[in-house]
């Protein structure tokens, strides 16, 4: 198993550039979560997902969007990047099970600036 | 104020040394979990509990949920421990995801 796999690792846009954000997960796990992180602070939510077309807002989407058309897949996009969403970016996943239920299980993370 | 804090924010050790990181929280939680990141960003679960005491190599986790009080011990430390540790609860008042809230994270160097 790979995991939770995250692409790009680094990525530097412009202001009001778009992009976006692909995780995926091949452990047919429920749950798919979208963190940053900033310094001082801890990782906060942005969005979440408790399966296949079904997506909710955290601490902090304004932003960015989400979909989950698929359990594998959970991308994050920004529509118009701005400076504030320079951050490092984790998705994470987790799963339900006897045992197991909530450990989460994280991406290597983004690092983007947005110059 | 924050509603999970750890403490302390900065900790340097020999190698060796008996480590203790503590995280305290203000809201009723249904399990806490202990994270690592590691130096190169990389962010890994140690432990997930809701009572009581796990242990894995030399890492301990303790949880007092009367106190609201979690501390996270690693013995005979080794520069490898090196990383952040960070504290999370499983908050009970979270959506159907349930809603994980972050402490700051303790940054743990351990000289040779």
């Known amino acids: 198993n790979a995991g939770v796999t995250q692409t790009p690792k680094f990525q530097v846009l412009k202001t009001g550039q778009s992009m976006t954000l692909q995780c995926a997960q091949d452990?047919?796990?429920?749950?798919m979560s979208w963190y940053r992180q900033d310094p001082g602070m801890g990782l906060r939510l942005i969005h979440y997902?408790?399966?296949?077309?079904?997506?909710d807002q955290g601490e902090v989407p304004n932003g960015y969007n989400v979909s989950r058309s698929t359990t594998e897949d959970f991308p994050l996009r920004l529509l118009s990047a701005a400076p504030s969403q320079t951050s490092v970016y984790f998705c994470?996943?987790?799963?339900?099970?006897?045992?197991?239920?909530?450990?989460?299980?994280f991406g290597a993370g983004t690092r983007l600036s947005v110059l | 104020k924050n509603e999970v804090e750890q403490s302390p924010q900065n900790l340097t050790a020999q190698e060796g040394e008996f480590i203790t990181i503590n995280c305290s929280y203000s809201?009723?939680?249904?399990?806490l979990h202990w994270l690592q990141q590691h130096p190169g960003g990389g962010i890994v679960s140690l432990f997930m509990?809701?009572?009581g005491k796990k242990k894995h190599g030399r890492l301990i986790a303790t949880i007092n949920i009367q106190e609201k009080h979690s501390s996270l011990h690693i013995t005979a430390s080794h520069p490898r421990d090196s990383a952040v540790y960070i504290c999370?609860?499983?908050?009970?008042?979270?959506?159907?995801?349930?809603?994980?809230?972050f402490g700051k994270g303790t940054k743990l160097s351990v000289k040779p």
């Open positions: 452990m047919n796990h429920e749950y």
């Open positions: 999370a609860v499983y908050s009970l008042t979270g959506g159907s995801q349930g809603n994980l809230i």
């Open positions: 809201v009723g939680i249904s399990a």
């Open positions: 997902s408790v399966g296949a077309g079904i997506t």
């Open positions: 509990l809701s009572s």
């Open positions: 994470a996943s987790s799963g339900r099970g006897r045992g197991r239920e909530n450990i989460q299980y």
